[in-house]
């Protein structure tokens, strides 16, 4: 496929944390290797709570990917900015004109709109990702007709806003990380006929070792795992309390290992919790190798590049039950367990723990799972597919929808302790018409 | 050439800034370096709040450009409609286009105060216009309008509303319409944009209502874009009457450039009842889309839409006039509103009016007439009221007594304001969000009422004659 492509991101570089941000940048690499020309157009900032300016403004390539880079502009004080978020965050209504203010009194980058002004002519595509910053609510006024939304939406109060309402109905195509994610976005707006659930792709380590993992950090005895971001919406405060209540209850042994870096309220009695901050790539997969059960407790996620980290190490999820994207990972792949509360929490990591070989099967039926739906060559695929379907005004081929849509469980038997926590959870909870079929089938 | 432009601009949603943001692409098109000075923080080049005497800091930018188009909408530059502010901002103005004569005004909407020549803000604003160098007008009506006005003559010239409009939406009608999920064969009638009471959708949906059932169908598209209690009582004022009349509806949210113009191109006509405005940028959309316009006759509105592209109406009864003919039926008699049709029976008609009466009088509230009991509008009035109560601010430090004592309340403030500020903030925060709050329950109290007026008025409806038997076999 040949044809010139431009994402529209706030931040990217080699050296840029953020799971939405690392995968733009993989994607983007991918696709220059597919024959596209791809630019990213971006801001020059490095870190998303100060925004400060790090990199230089200008032209680089970055593995081959021809990064175009505009200062962040702060003329505000960004008072506004906050107060009104607060009260977003705080589920009140706000008006359009407070909604704008609250946009515009934050990180401003005129220089990606002046660049698509002047030449988005020159793109066959414009993919803006993700939904919620200033770079994507204002670069989506420019030329609706090529823009292609990778939203990354999670059901936040900021969803909700009218700003966004817009960006999301008049783009030409809108890709989506996972069914719940779509079927969020079809609940809040009236989306265009072309949409289609890509994925996001993830790397597969030449090889895990959690021999290698435990001899270099020290880390001895079964261990949960949790890697990313600390911060709100992602639970891991709540996760840290209900580890060391258990702890302190069921195992005096048991650690939780904490991957990432945030700054969260800890636990009083934070004994067995070791926070390795970040860690190499490797090292990062072999703790995954390592580690007994991955633990998703995030309510915010569009894909969770955690879990598929934990499956692609063969090692079981516990996901909490107030993400339907985590949930629906979980039930469609048969590889994690789902709780809602403390006591779920207790009795999940009770079965988990007491059966290594029913967490095994699992940890390979989550595997199975990534490699089946989310290897990059397969997401690469379906996003060209889709990408040139929408700009010849053709509909999203079958095969993509189908293959986005996937939705029956992975086969196999479940030990009946298995079954009888799925079941329950399943029972309690599922109202989910769309899950149904599953929830029949891993009960059976 | 050197091209410096003063307006809001994208990504604030409005009709100038969008206007600004196709100029701007249109003269960097044509090889121009062009750049944007912004009142609010958007994607422009710069940003400067030029409320009030700020007016003058447009001067510093002015002189590094070869031409500046200063587009005027009175919220851009001014502080308030007090007649001393408005004269202060007045002077500012007439101070900046001596210095800089390279400024063309782009006049989308001008003010002018009552005619006294006593009045501070009337004389300053004949000195302000006086002195423009260069004023764009869309309608020659507009031009000779503010001349008149203001009893000057000024360096006019007429520039076309759409000259840098580019269509966003491309559809065949009939696509359009199933996009929208519009009926394929109605007559639509389409109101459309920001609802303010001064573009008076009511009487679109007041002539609608005087036709035929079934005859055709009105669209209300748009949203209030802030706040105002005048507009959001309107709004809902509105969609109350829309929900009582078969044909209308409303559409509420913010409408994309894209799915405006696919909306222009499913309406077979556009209304623009407007109450007053100097030009229409939807008027000119409706033009770029080909679709008819029915326009008040008020401001430049008659010359912007021209005899061949629309039908033209000065009273609520013409308009009825106007829209019954385009949906191809007689014009109903315009005050019986939606009477059956047929024989007059007056005691259905009066049924009826009961009937709408009360359902109108639960969506305003008055709870009273609907025997509901549950409050009456005042209360409510005083609760909307809140959310407008002026923030605490810290005191001023003008100078009010002698110098020793202003001094030393300046220190003060100096001393305090790091420590007072964020507390201020904070007073003000949850005071915002109490009031939100309060409004939020007002409303909910409001819908309950309108519920009960609606029970009430079913239970007191006469009771239906029973249904005929079935015929025996």
Not at chain 1, 174 to 192: H, M, V
Not at chain 2, 163 to 170: D, G, I, L, S
Request: neutral net charge; glycine residues 8%; proline residues 6%.
């Amino acid at each position: 496929m040949s044809g010139r492509l431009a994402f529209v991101a706030p931040r990217y570089g080699l050296d840029v944390l953020g799971g939405a941000e690392t995968v733009v940048r993989q994607l983007a690499e991918r696709l220059v290797g597919s024959g596209l020309e791809v630019e990213v157009l971006v801001s020059c900032a490095k870190d998303h709570y100060t925004w400060a300016n790090h990199y230089p403004p200008g032209e680089e390539r970055v593995n081959g990917v021809l990064v175009r880079r505009f200062p962040v502009v702060r003329t505000t004080s960004g008072r506004r900015h906050k107060e009104i978020g607060d009260r977003i965050g705080a589920g009140f209504p706000t008006t359009l004109a407070e909604q704008e203010e609250w946009i515009n009194d934050g990180m401003r980058v005129p220089g990606v709109f002046h660049w698509l002004m002047d030449e988005a002519d020159r793109y066959d595509s414009i993919i803006l990702t993700p939904y919620m910053f200033w770079t994507t609510y204002a670069c989506a006024q420019v030329a609706p007709s090529k823009n292609v939304l990778r939203p990354c939406l999670h059901d936040e109060p900021y969803a909700r806003l009218e700003i966004y309402r817009d960006i999301f109905e008049s783009a030409r195509g809108i890709t989506f990380n996972s069914p719940p994610e779509r079927d969020l976005a079809d609940s809040l707006y009236r989306l265009p006929a072309s949409t289609a659930v890509v994925g996001e792709g993830v790397d597969l380590p030449p090889e895990h070792d959690a021999s290698r993992f435990r001899a270099k950090y020290g880390v001895e005895g079964d261990f949960l795992i949790y890697a990313g971001r600390r911060e709100w919406g992602k639970n891991v405060d709540v996760l840290a309390e209900h580890f060391a209540r258990y702890r302190r209850l069921h195992a005096p042994d048991l650690k939780l290992v904490l991957l990432g870096k945030g700054d969260v309220r800890m636990p009083e009695d934070p004994q067995g919790i070791v926070d390795l901050g970040f860690l190499p790539e490797q090292d990062k997969h072999d703790a995954f190798a390592a580690a007994c059960v991955v633990c998703q407790p995030s309510r915010w996620e569009s894909f969770s590049r955690l879990i598929m980290d934990g499956w692609i190490a063969a090692t079981p999820s516990l996901v909490w039950d107030g993400c339907a994207v985590t949930v629906y990972h979980a039930l469609t792949s048969g590889g994690g367990l789902i709780y809602n509360d403390y006591y779920e929490f207790e009795q999940a990591l009770d079965f988990l723990l007491a059966h290594p070989d029913a967490r095994r099967e699992m940890g390979e039926r989550g595997r199975a799972y990534v490699l089946e739906n989310y290897q990059w060559e397969q997401v690469v695929d379906r996003l060209l597919a889709c990408l040139e379907t929408w700009r010849q005004g053709k509909p999203t081929p079958e095969w993509v929808l189908a293959q986005g849509s996937r939705s029956e469980p992975a086969g196999g038997q479940v030990s009946s302790a298995a079954r009888a926590v799925e079941t329950t959870r399943i029972r309690e909870a599922r109202s989910d018409p769309d899950l149904e079929p599953e929830s029949r089938e891993v009960s059976q | 050439m050197k091209v410096l432009v003063v307006s809001t601009f994208p990504p604030l949603r409005c009709g100038i800034g969008k206007y600004a943001f196709q100029q701007v692409k249109a003269l960097r098109a044509d090889g121009h370096e062009v750049e944007v000075l912004s009142p609010k923080p958007t994607a422009s080049h710069y940003h400067e709040d030029l409320r009030g005497g700020r007016v003058r800091r447009i001067g510093a930018y002015a002189r590094k450009a070869d031409v500046v188009y200063l587009h005027f909408a009175p919220d851009f530059y001014y502080r308030s409609a007090r007649a001393l502010d408005v004269a202060r901002t007045n002077l500012a103005f007439r101070r900046l286009f001596g210095r800089a004569r390279n400024i063309a005004v782009v006049a989308h909407e001008v003010t002018v105060p009552p005619r006294a020549g006593w009045r501070p803000d009337w004389r300053t604003a004949r000195w302000m216009w006086k002195r423009a160098p260069r004023v764009i007008f869309h309608t020659h009506t507009e031009a000779e309008s503010l001349q008149a006005k203001l009893g000057v003559r000024l360096n006019a010239e007429v520039q076309e509303h759409g000259a840098h409009f580019a269509p966003a939406a491309r559809e065949s009608r009939s696509d359009a319409r199933r996009i929208l999920g519009l009926p394929d064969d109605a007559v639509v009638f389409l109101c459309i944009g920001f609802v303010q009471p001064h573009k008076g959708f009511d009487r679109a949906l007041k002539a609608f209502a005087s036709l035929p059932r079934g005859a055709a169908r009105l669209y209300i598209v748009g949203s209030v874009r802030t706040g105002e209690r005048e507009h959001v009582e309107y709004f809902e004022a509105l969609k109350a009457r829309a929900a009582q009349m078969a044909g209308a509806g409303v559409v509420d949210g913010y409408i994309s450039d894209e799915a405006f113009d696919r909306w222009m191109l499913a309406a077979d006509r556009v209304v623009l009842p407007y109450r007053e405005i100097w030009s229409s940028g939807v008027l000119e959309r409706a033009r770029l889309m080909g679709t008819r316009a029915i326009v008040s006759r008020v401001g430049g509105l008659e010359e912007q839409a021209g005899e061949d592209a629309a039908e033209f109406f000065s009273t609520d009864a013409e308009l009825a006039q106007v829209m019954a003919r385009a949906a191809g039926v007689g014009a109903g008699s315009f005050e019986a509103g939606h009477a059956d049709q047929g024989p007059v029976d007056v005691k259905a008609i009066m049924a009826q009016v009961r009937r709408q009466a009360a359902l109108r009088r639960a969506a305003e509230g008055d709870g009273s007439v609907a025997g509901t009991g549950i409050g009456s509008r005042p209360d409510l009035d005083r609760m909307m009221g809140i959310r407008f109560a002026t923030p605490v601010l810290l005191p001023s430090s003008r100078p009010r007594f002698s110098k020793v004592f202003t001094l030393g309340k300046r220190l003060t403030w100096r001393i305090v304001h790091w420590y007072m500020v964020p507390i201020l903030d904070q007073v003000n925060a949850y005071h915002d969000a109490s009031a939100k709050a309060i409004v939020g329950l007002a409303r909910e109290v409001e819908e309950l009422r309108s519920e009960a007026a609606r029970l009430s008025e079913l239970l007191s409806a006469p009771e239906r004659a029973p249904e005929a038997a079935p015929p025996s076999p």
